[in-house]
């Protein structure tokens, strides 16, 4: 079975960091551009950023820039998103994805993960 698999999430205190995995099952993430999303209750799913194939070169969405770090590392078919100094509003699902040609988005990706669930509450 082709599946992509978060985890990591949980119960922050703002200020605090959390690390989620996302490991691929039944394909490898070799040729991969693969992204980080997430979705608040009430909001549209929104992109967090992304990292190439290689992990050397990543964008990531202003809400998060500085605090956020997108990793790979492929000889564990897994990529990573660390949070630092989280906020309340970073609170969501969080979702990875992956697509062969570009950055996933919301409309155009090949796998899509099942989500975690972040929450940033004192």
């Known amino acids: 079975q082709l599946q992509l698999v978060e985890s990591g999430g949980g119960l922050v205190q703002p200020g605090g960091s959390l690390r989620l995995s996302c490991i691929a099952s039944g394909f490898t993430l070799d040729y991969y551009i693969m992204g980080w999303f997430r979705q608040a209750p009430g909001k549209e799913r929104e992109e967090v950023g992304c990292?190439?194939?290689?992990?050397?070169?990543?964008r990531y969405a202003d809400s998060v820039k500085g605090r956020f770090t997108i990793s790979r590392d492929n000889a564990k078919n897994t990529v990573y998103l660390q949070m630092n100094s989280l906020k309340p509003e970073d609170t969501a699902i969080y979702y990875c994805?992956?697509?062969?040609?570009?950055?996933?988005?919301?409309?155009?990706?090949?796998?899509w993960g099942q989500g975690t669930q972040v929450t940033v509450s004192s």
């Open positions: 994805a992956a697509r062969a040609r570009g950055c996933p988005t919301v409309y155009a990706y090949d796998y």
């Open positions: 990292v190439d194939v290689s992990g050397g070169s990543t």
